[in-house]
């Protein structure tokens, strides 16, 4: 049906309106809200301590996405005014969804591992020497004993698209000139007769492993691992620590790989902490970027003279 003359000039002027300021911003900042709490409530250990709250905040947010998106839609139809509607749907999708990607994935590196640690034991004044990993399977932090240190000239690298760096963990020296038991490439021999304990990290060593400046290995402080718990890593690390056993002869039966640190609880609350620390920054940016976007979506919705 042809619209009439005055009614067409109406709509036309209509669509030729510039973009409210007060739609912009009330989008973006609707669009920040929706971001802020998947963020937080997927990432965060509320998804812990209450996983109703967790999962129903999100939950009520993708309710109100779907009923802005009906009305947008149902008023496109009957050719009402609905881009403000539209633009503000779309946003509160976008919002919900990066916010729950990105808390998901921070959920993993942080309160996840955080959750594991607090269920494996910890250990205190185990010689690395002496001791076996065998005896530590279950351990999640081991504080050394005195005089226990990283052996940062003998570490070694594993490449595999990132760098995998291992050293020793020792309290005797690897090398010497007495009467201890050697291999035949002239390298004492733990008492335990095996070297189990390594510190190691991804790409914080030169090529050849040395200079080795994994976590705090430098530092005089750090007598302290806390366990590697992820399993993809752990296979890299166990390549290369099979790369030093054939080199030095010295045998690694049960390794147990650790970040060397100062404190493992300072770092254990870390990964707890994770979302909660870098939400305030993460949703500023999103904050000026919804901006933005909202800005785009009202002059694109307006181009396709959507009312």
């Known amino acids: ?39 937080c409530c997927i990432g965060g250990t509320i998804r812990t301590s209450s996983p109703t709250v967790a999962m129903l ?3 009520l947010l993708a309710i109100l996405a779907l009923f802005t998106n009906y009305v947008g839609i149902a008023r496109y139809r009957s050719q009402r005014p609905a881009r403000a509607w539209l633009v ?30 607090q269920q494996m ?60 038991r050697k291999t035949a490439a002239g390298f004492v021999v733990p008492k335990s007769r095996t070297l189990d304990f390594w510190a190691v990290g991804t790409d914080c060593c030169g090529t050849t492993g040395t200079p080795f400046q994994c976590h705090d290995a430098t530092s005089p402080f750090a007598r302290s691992g806390l366990r590697i718990v992820e399993d993809n890593h752990k296979a890299m690390y166990q390549l290369a620590v099979q790369e030093w056993t054939a080199t030095t002869g010295i045998p690694a039966k049960n390794p147990l790989f650790f970040q060397w640190v100062v404190d493992p609880i300072a770092e254990q609350e870390h990964y707890r902490s994770l979302v909660s620390n870098k939400a305030p920054k993460l949703t500023f940016g999103y904050a000026l970027a919804a901006l933005f976007v909202a800005y785009m979506l009202h002059m694109l919705l307006r181009h396709f003279k959507v009312l």
């Open 57 to 59: 905040a999100p939950a």
């Open 121 to 180: 034991a910890s250990y205190v004044n185990v010689d690395p020497s002496v001791d076996k990993g065998s005896s530590f399977m279950d351990a999640g932090a081991i504080y050394f004993k005195d005089g226990s240190s990283v052996d940062l000239t003998k570490a070694i690298a594993f490449r595999n698209g990132l760098t995998y760096c291992v050293a020793p963990i020792y309290s005797d020296p690897l090398e010497g000139t007495g009467n201890e």
């Open 1 to 39: 049906m042809k619209l009439r003359a005055e009614t067409s000039f109406l709509l036309q002027k209509q669509v030729k309106q510039a973009v409210g300021p007060l739609e912009t911003i009330g989008t973006a900042l609707l669009s920040t809200l929706a971001f802020a709490t998947a963020l």
């Open 88 to 117: 503000v749907s779309l946003s509160l999708w976008a919002g919900l969804a990066l916010g729950a990607v990105l808390g998901n994935s921070y959920w993993y590196s942080g309160v996840a591992k955080y959750n594991e640690y």
